[in-house]
């Protein structure tokens, strides 16, 4: 009996790490059992909740991958297989950009490209300033490196674009090695331009950082033009960029990222990363290149059909009364500020309580596109991410849903 008591005071001593216990739930996801609950009812729900795309992956993915010729699929290169990487220099360079092959590294999806960009720059507890809302998994990435994100916030009101330069110097400590910013933005669909861009390059010169160019959603632009963080060649060494074929194939289930540089230090520390994880996938980064061989005219109809989502979704909006957001200029997502006391708990509510007609609507929660504390409660992220049709009922029910839930407060 004393041996048994002994074991279970070990037992009862075994915790896990500070960073597992404090790695968040993703507000993308974490209602997804209320969702197949609610499905399990029978009730239908429309997904803007993630930015899972709806547009078919091109045919010439599907077969390279079926033309793969190999009989064993073996561990590819580290950095990227050679033929992919130079798949992506002319893609960059089509783009205005003079990036050479032995200036990428492939990645397992752009989250890895995210993390290996924090781990090379940031010793543990340093710190890179982010502007919020941001892409939630930053959160997750930077607990993973071991580092702090500072978060400057963003309004809606303001469109969510950049504050003065003297607002971000503030934070800037002896800590700060970085500065990380999404272009287009996710969650907001912001465009940062020419100036707020120049307004980083000197931000990052005059401080002796690194910029961190989150450029997943370059292709998604619906007025003015898309300006690249590595077009600013004065501070090349400086920058790090982070792309992705996710969004831009939709194929976010490939798991193909990248990461460029023209630093040698950051490219050698990533390709020794990228070595430490063997390789990225084989048969996806064969299908990648054959991707990159389409022609403006997909870019166009794809873009075409999202600006049309965009407005369907953006009109929605405006017939909700109270609601404040800005027609975003880019990716596929608004972050509206709805006239509602607590975003979690109207997410919640759409999947638990409200139907109309036998269906209802799945958003992603505001707050967890935060880092601080009591921030976006009465926002939510909406994923165009559906065919317009869909889209003009589910803002139909989501208009309906935020009365019904305000009649619930009373």
């Given at each position: 009996?004393?041996?048994?008591?002994?074991?279970?005071?070990?037992?009862?001593?075994?915790?896990?790490?500070?960073r597992?216990?404090?790695?968040?739930?993703?507000?993308?996801?974490?209602?997804?059992?209320?969702?197949?609950?609610?499905?399990?009812?029978?009730?239908?729900?429309?997904?803007?909740?993630?930015?899972?795309?709806?547009?078919?992956?091109?045919?010439?993915?599907?077969?390279?991958?079926?033309?793969?010729?190999?009989?064993?699929?073996?561990?590819?290169?580290?950095?990227?297989?050679?033929?992919?990487?130079?798949?992506?220099?002319?893609?960059?360079?089509?783009c205005?950009?003079?990036?050479?092959?032995?200036?990428?590294?492939?990645?397992?999806?752009?989250?890895?490209?995210?993390?290996?960009?924090?781990?090379?720059?940031?010793?543990?507890?340093?710190?890179?300033?982010?502007?919020?809302?941001?892409?939630?998994?930053?959160?997750?990435?930077?607990?993973?490196?071991?580092?702090?994100?500072?978060?400057?916030?963003?309004?809606?009101?303001?469109?969510?674009?950049?504050?003065?330069?003297?607002?971000?110097?503030?934070?800037?400590?002896?800590?700060?090695?970085?500065?990380?910013?999404?272009n287009?933005?996710?969650?907001?669909?912001?465009?940062?331009?020419?100036?707020e861009?120049?307004?980083?390059?000197?931000?990052?010169?005059?401080?002796?950082?690194?910029?961190?160019?989150?450029?997943?959603y370059?292709?998604?632009?619906y007025e003015?033009?898309?300006?690249?963080?590595?077009?600013?060649?004065?501070?090349?060494d400086?920058?790090i960029?982070?792309?992705?074929?996710?969004?831009?194939?939709s194929?976010?289930?490939?798991?193909?990222?990248?990461?460029?540089?023209?630093?040698?230090d950051?490219?050698?520390?990533?390709?020794?990363?990228?070595?430490?994880?063997?390789?990225?996938?084989?048969?996806?980064?064969?299908?990648?290149?054959?991707?990159?061989?389409?022609?403006?005219?997909?870019?166009?109809?794809?873009?075409?059909?999202?600006?049309?989502?965009?407005?369907?979704?953006?009109?929605?909006?405006?017939?909700?009364?109270?609601?404040?957001?800005?027609?975003?200029?880019?990716?596929?997502?608004?972050?509206?500020?709805?006239?509602?006391?607590n975003?979690?708990?109207?997410?919640?509510?759409?999947?638990?309580?409200?139907?109309?007609?036998?269906?209802?609507?799945?958003?992603?929660?505001?707050?967890?596109?935060?880092?601080?504390?009591?921030?976006?409660?009465?926002?939510?992220?909406?994923?165009?991410?559906?065919?317009?049709?869909?889209?003009?009922?589910?803002?139909?029910?989501?208009?309906?849903?935020?009365?019904?839930y305000?009649?619930?407060?009373?």
């Amino acid at each position: 009996m004393k041996d048994r008591a002994n074991i279970d005071t070990i037992e009862s001593k075994i915790t896990i790490s500070k960073r597992g216990l404090a790695l968040p739930a993703s507000p993308i996801r974490k209602l997804i059992p209320l969702a197949e609950q609610a499905k399990g009812r029978g009730i239908k729900i429309y997904h803007l909740n993630i930015g899972q795309p709806d547009i078919e992956t091109p045919p010439e993915f599907w077969q390279a991958i079926k033309g793969y010729a190999n009989k064993v699929l073996a561990y590819g290169n580290s950095q990227g297989m050679a033929d992919y990487l130079s798949k992506l220099s002319q893609y960059y360079k089509k783009c205005g950009l003079d990036i050479s092959p032995d200036e990428i590294i492939v990645t397992t999806g752009g989250s890895e490209a995210i993390i290996f960009a924090m781990t090379i720059i940031c010793e543990p507890d340093e710190e890179i300033i982010v502007f919020e809302p941001f892409y939630t998994n930053y959160n997750g990435f930077a607990i993973q490196a071991g580092i702090k994100l500072v978060p400057i916030t963003t309004k809606a009101e303001d469109g969510f674009h950049l504050p003065p330069r003297a607002i971000i110097e503030k934070v800037i400590t002896s800590k700060t090695r970085g500065i990380l910013f999404c272009n287009p933005n996710n969650p907001t669909g912001t465009v940062y331009g020419r100036e707020e861009l120049n307004m980083l390059k000197e931000l990052v010169r005059d401080n002796n950082l690194f910029l961190l160019a989150d450029e997943v959603y370059r292709e998604f632009i619906y007025e003015g033009k898309h300006i690249s963080a590595m077009s600013m060649t004065e501070i090349s060494d400086r920058i790090i960029m982070l792309d992705s074929i996710s969004k831009r194939f939709s194929a976010c289930g490939a798991r193909v990222g990248n990461l460029v540089t023209k630093n040698r230090d950051i490219y050698n520390a990533a390709l020794h990363l990228g070595q430490a994880r063997l390789c990225s996938p084989t048969l996806e980064q064969v299908g990648a290149a054959a991707a990159y061989d389409l022609g403006d005219d997909y870019f166009k109809k794809m873009v075409g059909e999202y600006r049309n989502r965009r407005d369907v979704v953006y009109d929605g909006l405006m017939k909700i009364p109270g609601t404040i957001c800005i027609n975003p200029g880019g990716a596929f997502y608004i972050m509206a500020k709805l006239p509602i006391d607590n975003a979690e708990n109207f997410a919640s509510f759409m999947l638990t309580e409200f139907s109309y007609n036998g269906k209802s609507v799945m958003v992603a929660p505001g707050p967890g596109f935060y880092a601080s504390q009591g921030k976006g409660q009465s926002e939510c992220r909406i994923a165009y991410v559906l065919k317009t049709d869909d889209l003009k009922d589910a803002m139909d029910i989501l208009k309906r849903g935020v009365e019904a839930y305000n009649l619930k407060g009373k």
